[in-house]
T-cell receptor
Framework: NAGVTQTPKFRVLKTGQSMTLLCAQD?????MYWYRQDPGMGLRLIHY???????AKGEVPDGYNVSRLKKQNFLLGLESAAPSQTSVYFC??????????FGQGTRLTVV | AQSVTQLGSHVSVSEGALVLLRCNYS??????LFWYVQYPNQGLQLLLK??????LVKGINGFEAEFKKSETSFHLTKPSAHMSDAAEYFC??????????????FGRGTSLIVHP
């Protein structure tokens, strides 16, 4: 099983450019999450989804949008990238009584 | 609302010494508790979890943690550190909430440094 797969793994953007990060899970999990990881800050929740067609804001949603058109996929979009969005992004999925399963991360640099 | 506090952003031990990483949480309902480990340039991997039942839980690589409700703690221990244990460790809590969103909340992480 692949588990949780994130693409791309690395990306460099110029300020103002847009991009979409893709998260795919093959475990039929209901819940999916996008976190960002910054030094000394731990993991902060950006957006999450409790099922296909649903999304909700997390702790740090500004500047990001998400969509969950299919149960297995959760997309994170940056409409106009800013240097403050330089970070490592992690996608995770879980069911109600399980732990979260993480992807390998996307390292994004905005210059 | 739930929150997680990990005491100490860095913990340094000698190889063979006891490892103790501290985690305290706040939760309005009985929680699920987790410890994850992150090696450089990788995602998070589950070390162990507490959901219900026995309060002392054993995980991979010789780690264990004890859920103490009265102290709202879930400290991670290992009797003898190994060089390969050097990594970032995250404590996480998820509230058991019927009809809730089951959002995992993470502490800020503790970097474990192991000296030869």
């Amino acid at each position: 099983n692949a588990g949780v797969t994130q693409t791309p793994k690395f990306r460099v953007l110029k300020t103002g450019q847009s991009m979409t990060l893709l998260c795919a899970q093959d475990m039929n999990h209901e819940y999916m999450y996008w976190y960002r990881q910054d030094p000394g800050m731990g993991l902060r929740l950006i957006h999450y989804s409790v099922g296909e067609g649903t999304t909700a804001k997390g702790e740090v949603p500004d500047g990001y949008n998400v969509s969950r058109l299919k149960k297995q996929n959760f997309l994170l979009g940056l409409e106009s990238a800013a240097p403050s969005q330089t970070s490592v992004y992690f996608c995770a999925s879980r069911d109600r009584n399980t732990e979260a399963f993480f992807g390998q991360g996307t390292r994004l640099t905005v210059v | 609302a739930q929150s997680v506090t990990q005491l100490g952003s860095h913990v340094s031990v000698s190889e063979g010494a006891l490892v103790l990483l501290r985690c305290n949480y706040s939760s309005s309902v009985p929680p699920y508790l987790f410890w994850y480990v992150q090696y450089p340039n990788q995602g998070l991997q589950l070390l162990l979890k507490y959901t219900t039942g026995a309060t002392l839980v054993k995980g991979i690589n010789g780690f264990e943690a004890e859920f103490k409700k009265s102290e709202t703690s879930f400290h991670l221990t290992k009797p003898s550190a190994h060089m390969s244990d050097a990594a970032e460790y995250f404590c996480a809590v998820t509230e058991r909430s019927v009809g809730g969103s089951y959002i995992p909340t993470f502490g800020r992480g503790t970097s474990l440094i192991v000296h030869p």
